[in-house]
């Protein structure tokens, strides 16, 4: 689930960067060493923006204040405890379109598969796919060798808005992804992941995006942008429902809600509103139960909100890069 993948067969970064609206976070992760020890936050930073600096969207500028968003990409970077060179990036949902699409039969051919997926996203594609960056990664199968794949599509200039920014303070961005899929890896990475369906409910001042996982497949995503007239139980229903009629569904095994709001006590809000609509325990999307903080280090305000994505996206590349 990645905009940009060049790292095939390289170390992992040396920290994770994210640009939201509202601030710039970075965090790195240490291996303890022990026997079943595992990885833990060793260190983190994160620094306000000032309004308007990033205005996420599909389609128009995103950085608006280059100067202002460098300053703090640098600062955080400066603030950790290791030098940073390479960076994985995280960036806001709504500056892409996740699509998922399926087809009954899956060329053999990468390249043929390539051509494939961006002529079926070109058809939904708010711009020329000339001007896209264009990535997916193979989800759920189906029999007879359907297979249905997620499908990232962003503006190459609006991506290179963000690279540049961190390339200026001084890091290549070698990766690319969305901060709700971080947070998808982030579960993934856990060792409670269910084998059946599971629904994560992110939350950010500028919008909420929502995802139904069948054990690691995504098999359903939206996103509803702050201001929209469609409430957040009002999403949650109509997901559910087309959960129950399309998607063959059973009842989630788990709920998971995290984030944060564009008031204090949205969350809470969010989660009450979620187990009255679903009948189940809503829990709280916790980064510390898979990488917990160094021992100097300790969990405070939103420091949950910040760590969730920072921590999935370096779980998955090493993951990908490291095999652990």
């Not at 390479?86 to 051509?115: E, G, H, M, N, T």
């Not at 029999?143 to 390339?167: D, H, M, Q, T, W």
């Not at 569904?249 to 788990?254: K, S, V």
Request: hydrophobic share 45%; charged share 25%; net charge neutral.
């Amino acid at each position: 689930m990645s905009l940009l993948a060049s790292w095939l067969a390289s170390p992992p970064p040396d920290a994770a960067v994210e640009i939201a609206p509202e601030r710039v976070s970075a965090a790195v992760l240490v291996d303890r060493g022990t026997r079943g020890a595992g990885l833990a936050v060793r260190s983190f930073a994160s620094e306000p923006l000032p309004p308007g600096a990033v205005a996420a969207s599909l389609a128009a500028h995103n950085i608006l204040d280059h100067r202002a968003v460098t300053a703090a990409v640098r600062a955080v970077l400066g603030r950790l405890d290791t030098r940073v060179a390479r960076v994985a990036l995280i960036i806001p949902d709504v500056a892409a379109k996740v699509s998922l699409v399926r087809f009954d039969q899956v060329p053999a051919r990468r390249d043929d598969l390539d051509q494939l997926v961006r002529w079926q996203v070109r058809k939904s594609a708010p711009f020329a796919i000339d001007d896209a960056c264009v990535s997916y990664t193979s989800g759920a199968r189906g029999a007879g060798g359907a297979a249905e794949f997620v499908v990232v599509l962003a503006r190459r200039n609006i991506v290179e808005e963000y690279e540049r920014v961190c390339a200026d303070a001084g890091a290549y961005a070698g990766l690319v992804d969305l901060a709700t899929f971080s947070v998808l890896n982030l579960v993934l990475a856990s060792s409670t992941v269910p084998a059946s369906d599971w629904l994560a409910v992110h939350m950010r001042p500028e919008y909420t995006s929502i995802a139904i996982v069948r054990g690691a497949d995504v098999i359903f995503f939206r996103n509803r942008p702050e201001g929209d007239e469609e409430t957040l139980a009002d999403l949650v229903h109509q997901t559910a429902m087309y959960y129950q009629d399309r998607l063959s569904g059973q009842g989630f095994a788990r709920v998971l809600l995290g984030g944060s709001g564009r008031a204090p006590g949205a969350v809470d809000l969010a989660r009450r509103s979620l187990e009255e609509r679903l009948g189940t325990v809503v829990e709280p999307i916790d980064p510390t139960r898979v990488a917990p903080l160094s021992d100097r280090l300790s969990v405070t305000g939103d420091l949950l909100d910040i760590l969730a994505p920072l921590t999935g996206m370096l779980l998955r590349t090493r993951r990908e890069t490291v095999g652990v």
